[in-house]
Structure formats: structure tokens, C-alpha cells
């Protein structure tokens, strides 16, 4: 039997304060989940008319001033192909005072500035166009027969000899009938030239493009093949979904429903206060009677893999690769559960045979490439350690919630 997917939105207050909050439920069990106060504005994505205020040449970068409030740390190899407002052109060296397009593809994290790229994104459900990399690609995660026939819809697109961007189709593209497809590249190439073009004669701080609310962006974002409901308890974020499914994906309007029970909440109903309290806790029981320690340290995420209480009959390396299958699969949610990025190094309990260590390597790799976050899983070290890494793109889960307690 095919396990569910809901995309749930809904409201409730964490330390006192009214969140809104975004999360993904499989079989009853809630797989990512994403916060922020209600009426907050995102910034991830948002593209600003940038001032590079200093270049530090030892570590690579340019400090861009994007207005008042908010600074940002651009690479300068994100440059490779940036648009600039003041007559700098192409091909010089950057320098203070320079006015630059600039995105915002990272959020702060632990007191770091927001990571800025001049290599502008934007996304829609079945295609990304970047200003970056021009090439014309097609997602690896798409059958030979589906990457030929998307090839074949851009084909006129290679042929453009002036294209100041490039296309890559999304994995949804694969649903897409060629009229959805093409629609959605004419609304991303019109939003391409509002920026990309008429923003070099912009002003200095200007915002270029804000980014659609997170709850918008989960839907946009969201394998549709993997979902059979959107439910949210909020009648004007209900609104606004209709709206965006009723121009992008008419198809999925009648997956969408408002929840209107008054005397069971919906984030009760899909147990969002556990899922919260869980990424909050270090350890995590597993059904075996094992368990997991997660911990964040300044330099990476280690994860410790426990047999605990399991009481299985067999000899000790079958019960030893029988929890350590169950924890592989736990840890690639609980990683995609709390957002955990960067170098991450899990102590799985030690076996001696080869064949089960090669197995375990190849079940947490099939799991992690259901995470829609990049992941890599690297090797198994001579001290049985595995290590792997998650692409870097929002802050981890439990800093929006500690956040909250400055608010």
C-alpha cells in the first residue's frame, strides 16, 4: 500500500510566539518541517542592487551592503557572469564601491552574515533559469525517455545565440504537459528580464525580486507525484495557494483543502508539537530498542549510532546490522526533519563483516536520495566512521526556534 503525503500549513505558538508552520507528513509521520513567525518577511532568495563595501582577498570574498539592515558575504567565484548598475564591465576585478546584482542563496547562520551569489536563480515548479551556468540541463533523477523528450522542448532554446541565461528542467517536469512547461519558462524568462536587465538601471539597495512566501515555495518545491493533499487550517494562506495552483498547477486544486475542525487543531491532528519536541532532544529511540545521539558541534554534526535496550536472540552481529538498517533510515529523516547541513559524521555500531558494511553504506545512500537537499555520502573510515554531507541552504531547525526567544 502506497504511503501518503500530506503538505500540512498551519499556525501555533512556539515560546509564546505565533509561528507559522510548513510540514511535510508521510504515513503519519512528519519529515521536514519549517517555521517562522507569522507575518515575518523571508529574505532567501530576495535579489538586491548590492554595494561591495570591502574585498577580503584572503579568504575570497567581497562584504556587500544590501540596505540598511542587512550585509551579506558574496564568494567572489559566484561572480563569474554578475550584473553590475554602474558601467563596471565584465571581466574587471571587483572593487569597494561597485554596484552589483546579488541573491541571497543562503540564510545567516550562527552569527555568519547571508551568503549572496551573483549568479541569479529563478525557480519555478518544473524549471530553474540561472544566470550562471548557460548550458541548457536536464535533472539526473529522469528516466532516459523523459529527459529526451523536455531535450527536445528546449531545443530552440540552444539555438538562441544571445541567451544571457541557462535552463535546467526540474524532476516535476516530468508531469508537465507542454503547455505547463512552456508557460512557466515565459513567466521565468519575463521575470528574468524585470531583474536581469531593467534592474541594471535600478538604484543602489533597490529590491529587484522578493521571494514568494516559504509555504508557497514548499508547494512549488514538492515532488508532485509524492503528494496527495495540501491542508492548511488558514483561510487567507488558503486563498493565496488556490491563486498560485490556479495559474501554475490547475490540476492540483482539488488536493486542496481547508481544515475546519474547531475542536482538534491541525497541528495537533498531525502530531506537529511531538515533531517540534523530537528535534529539540538529542537522542531519538529507535522501534528496536536502540537509539541515536544527535549533536551539532561548531564544525559538524555527529551522530551516534546505540544499541540501548534491544534484546534480539541472535548473535551479536545480526542484531548489530539490524540496528544499524533501522538507524540509517531514521537518520535521513531526522536529518531532512531538522535541517542539519555540512559535514556530518555517524558512528554506526562497529560490524566485521565486510558485506553488511558495504549494505549499510547502500541503504542510507538510497534513503538520503529521497532528501530533495543534496546529500553525499563519502565513505566508511578505517574506525568504522561514515562520512557524508548535506548542501547547506537554511539554517538548522532548532536555531528558528531558539530564535524565537528574542522576539
Given at each position: 500500500?502506497?504511503?501518503?503525503?500530506?503538505?500540512?500549513?498551519?499556525e501555533?505558538?512556539?515560546?509564546?510566539?505565533?509561528?507559522?508552520?510548513?510540514?511535510?507528513v508521510?504515513?503519519?509521520?512528519?519529515?521536514?518541517?519549517?517555521?517562522?513567525?507569522?507575518?515575518?518577511?523571508?529574505?532567501?532568495?530576495?535579489?538586491?542592487?548590492?554595494?561591495?563595501?570591502?574585498?577580503?582577498?584572503?579568504?575570497?570574498?567581497?562584504?556587500?551592503?544590501?540596505?540598511?539592515s542587512?550585509?551579506?558575504?558574496?564568494?567572489?567565484?559566484?561572480?563569474?557572469?554578475?550584473?553590475f548598475?554602474?558601467?563596471?564591465?565584465e571581466?574587471?576585478?571587483?572593487?569597494?564601491?561597485?554596484?552589483?546584482?546579488?541573491q541571497?542563496?543562503?540564510?545567516?547562520?550562527?552569527?555568519?552574515l547571508?551568503?549572496?551569489?551573483?549568479?541569479?536563480?529563478?525557480?519555478?515548479?518544473?524549471?530553474?533559469?540561472?544566470?550562471?551556468?548557460?548550458?541548457?540541463?536536464?535533472s539526473?533523477?529522469?528516466?532516459?525517455?523523459?529527459?529526451?523528450?523536455?531535450?527536445?522542448?528546449?531545443?530552440?532554446?540552444?539555438?538562441?545565440?544571445?541567451?544571457?541565461?541557462?535552463?535546467?528542467?526540474?524532476?516535476?517536469?516530468?508531469?508537465?504537459?507542454?503547455?505547463?512547461?512552456f508557460?512557466?519558462?515565459?513567466?521565468?524568462?519575463?521575470?528574468?528580464?524585470?531583474?536581469?536587465?531593467?534592474?541594471?538601471?535600478?538604484?543602489?539597495?533597490?529590491?529587484?525580486y522578493?521571494?514568494?512566501?516559504f509555504?508557497?515555495?514548499?508547494?512549488?518545491?514538492?515532488?508532485?507525484?509524492?503528494?496527495?493533499?495540501i491542508?492548511?487550517?488558514?483561510?487567507?494562506?488558503?486563498?493565496?495557494i488556490?491563486?498560485?495552483?490556479?495559474?501554475?498547477?490547475?490540476?492540483?486544486l482539488?488536493?486542496l483543502?481547508?481544515?475546519?475542525?474547531?475542536l482538534?487543531?491541525?497541528?495537533?491532528?498531525?502530531?506537529?508539537?511531538?515533531?517540534i519536541?523530537?528535534?529539540?532532544?538529542?537522542?531519538?529511540w529507535?522501534?528496536?530498542?536502540?537509539?541515536?545521539?544527535?549533536?551539532?558541534t561548531?564544525?559538524?554534526?555527529?551522530?551516534?549510532?546505540?544499541?540501548?535496550k534491544?534484546?534480539?536472540?541472535?548473535?551479536?552481529?545480526?542484531?548489530?546490522?539490524?540496528?544499524?538498517?533501522?538507524?540509517?533510515a531514521?537518520?535521513?529523516?531526522?536529518?531532512?526533519?531538522?535541517?542539519?547541513?555540512?559535514?556530518?559524521?555517524?558512528?554506526?555500531?562497529?560490524?566485521?563483516?565486510?558485506?553488511h558494511?558495504?549494505?549499510?553504506?547502500?541503504?542510507?545512500?538510497?534513503?538520503l536520495?529521497?532528501?530533495p537537499?543534496?546529500?553525499?555520502?563519502?565513505?566508511?573510515?578505517?574506525?568504522?566512521?561514515?562520512?557524508?554531507?548535506?548542501?547547506?541552504?537554511?539554517?538548522?531547525?532548532?536555531?528558528?526556534?531558539?530564535?524565537?526567544?528574542?522576539?
Open positions: 500500500m502506497r504511503k501518503l503525503n500530506k503538505l500540512v500549513i498551519t501555533m505558538y512556539l515560546r509564546e510566539v505565533l509561528c507559522t508552520v510548513c510540514a511535510i508521510k504515513d503519519q509521520k512528519v519529515i521536514e518541517l519549517r517555521l517562522e513567525p507569522s507575518g515575518k518577511k523571508n529574505i532567501l532568495n530576495n535579489i538586491y542592487v548590492g554595494q561591495i563595501e570591502k574585498i577580503a582577498t584572503n579568504i575570497q570574498a567581497a562584504f556587500v551592503r544590501l540596505n540598511d542587512v550585509n551579506g558575504y558574496l564568494p567572489l567565484n559566484q561572480c563569474e557572469h554578475a550584473i548598475t554602474d558601467g563596471h564591465r571581466g574587471q576585478p571587483l572593487r569597494p564601491g561597485d554596484q552589483i546584482l546579488v541571497i542563496n543562503r540564510d545567516a547562520m550562527k552569527g555568519k547571508p551568503a549572496l551569489t551573483a549568479n541569479l536563480n529563478f525557480s519555478g515548479k518544473f524549471l530553474v533559469l540561472t544566470t550562471g551556468n548557460r548550458k541548457i540541463g536536464i539526473n533523477k529522469l528516466s532516459k525517455e523523459e529527459s529526451s523528450k523536455l531535450s527536445k522542448w528546449l531545443d530552440d532554446e540552444r539555438t538562441l545565440s544571445d541567451r544571457g541565461y541557462g535552463l535546467i528542467a526540474r524532476t516535476n517536469a516530468a508531469d508537465a504537459s507542454k503547455e505547463e512547461f508557460h512557466e519558462l515565459d513567466i521565468l524568462r519575463k521575470q528574468y528580464e524585470k531583474v536581469a536587465v531593467y534592474g541594471r538601471n535600478r538604484t543602489c539597495f533597490s529590491l529587484l522578493e521571494s514568494e512566501p509555504y508557497l515555495a514548499a508547494v512549488r518545491d514538492i515532488y508532485g507525484r509524492d503528494l496527495d493533499e491542508v492548511t487550517d488558514i483561510p487567507d494562506i488558503h486563498t493565496k488556490s491563486d498560485y495552483l490556479n495559474e501554475f498547477q490547475p490540476e492540483k482539488a488536493i483543502n481547508l481544515y475546519q475542525d474547531k482538534l487543531p491541525l497541528y495537533k491532528l498531525h502530531s506537529l508539537e511531538s515533531a519536541d523530537e528535534i529539540c532532544h538529542e537522542k531519538i529507535l522501534k528496536s530498542g536502540g537509539f541515536l545521539v544527535i549533536q551539532q561548531e564544525a559538524f554534526v555527529s551522530i551516534d549510532v546505540n544499541s540501548g534491544y534484546t534480539g536472540k541472535k548473535k551479536a552481529e545480526e542484531t548489530y546490522r539490524k540496528i544499524n538498517l533501522e538507524a540509517a531514521e537518520i535521513a529523516r531526522q536529518l531532512r526533519l531538522r535541517n542539519l547541513s555540512g559535514i556530518i559524521l555517524i558512528d554506526f555500531i562497529n560490524m566485521q563483516n565486510t558485506d558494511q558495504d549494505e549499510l553504506f547502500h541503504v542510507l545512500q538510497k534513503h536520495r529521497k532528501d537537499v543534496k546529500c553525499t555520502a563519502v565513505d566508511i573510515t578505517p574506525l568504522h566512521i561514515l562520512e557524508m554531507t548535506r548542501q547547506k541552504v537554511r539554517r538548522p531547525v532548532i536555531e528558528d526556534i531558539h530564535s524565537l526567544s528574542t522576539i
